[in-house]
T-cell receptor, first 114, second 109 residues
Framework: NAGVTQTPKFRVLKTGQSMTLLCAQDMNHEYMYWYRQDPGMGLRLIHY???????AKGEVPDGYNVSRLKKQNFLLGLESAAPSQTSVYFC?????????????FGPGTRLLVL | RKEVEQDPGPFNVPEGATVAFNCTYS??????FFWYRQDCRKEPKLLMSVYSSGNEDGRFTAQLNRASQYISLLIRDSKLSDSATYLC??????????FGKGTRLHILP
């Protein structure tokens, strides 16, 4: 049981390049989330999904797109990377949304946009 | 005012001491509360849920005060391994999950 995994662990992009971050979970969780974490800003929700085929915007969705084609995978795309997207990206999953449900986080992807 | 506020610290505490953090929340529709721990360059991990009646897990005690809208975390007999950032997390009735920015704790030998 690997929990939540993220690929890649680290990436350097040039401004304008695109990339996709992959999140996978093997806990059969319905809900998945993408966060970014910046110094002094805490964790901010980018997008989330309440089930296969569904996605919704979070607090800071601009510049990102997501897809949930399979229940176990949640992809985060950057179509045209900007230096402001330099951050640590965490994926998380939970069995239920909100309520008393806890979230399980992946190890993070460190992205540097030059 | 931020919806969830924490003192960023750092709290520099000698090993063996007791340390307490508070976290205040502004939305009275907040439903459930958690403390997460995040080690440097690692992902957040659940430390404990916070119940209305308060709860204890070994050296850790969490309490909720709904009237004053804050939660607290008490760490007794602190260990070097307790050094981390502690995140306060609030789940609202509309299913939004709000993270505090965290409180940094350094346990000094």
């Amino acid at each position: 049981n690997a929990g939540v995994t993220q690929t890649p662990k680290f990436r350097v992009l040039k401004t304008g390049q695109s990339m996709t971050l992959l999140c996978a979970q093997d806990m059969n969780h319905e809900y998945m989330y993408w966060y970014r974490q910046d110094p002094g800003m805490g964790l901010r929700l980018i997008h989330y999904s309440v089930g296969e085929g569904t996605t919704a915007k979070g607090e800071v969705p601009d510049g990102y797109n997501v897809s949930r084609l399979k229940k176990q995978n949640f992809l985060l795309g950057l179509e045209s990377a900007a230096p402001s997207q330099t951050s640590v990206y965490f994926c998380a999953s939970s069995y239920m949304l909100g309520g008393s449900e806890t979230q399980y986080f992946g190890p993070g992807t460190r992205l540097l946009v030059l | 005012r931020k919806e969830v506020e924490q003192d960023p610290g750092p709290f520099n505490v000698p090993e063996g001491a007791t340390v307490a953090f508070n976290c205040t929340y502004s939305n009275s529709a907040s439903q459930s509360f958690f403390w997460y721990r995040q080690d440097c360059r690692k992902e957040p991990k659940l430390l404990m849920s916070v119940y209305s009646s308060g709860n204890e897990d070994g050296r850790f005690t969490a309490q909720l005060n709904r009237a004053s809208q804050y939660i607290s975390l008490l760490i007794r007999d602190s260990k070097l391994s307790d050094s981390a950032t502690y995140l306060c997390v609030v789940n609202r009735r509309d299913d939004k999950i709000i993270f505090g920015k965290g409180t940094r704790l350094h346990i000094l030998p």
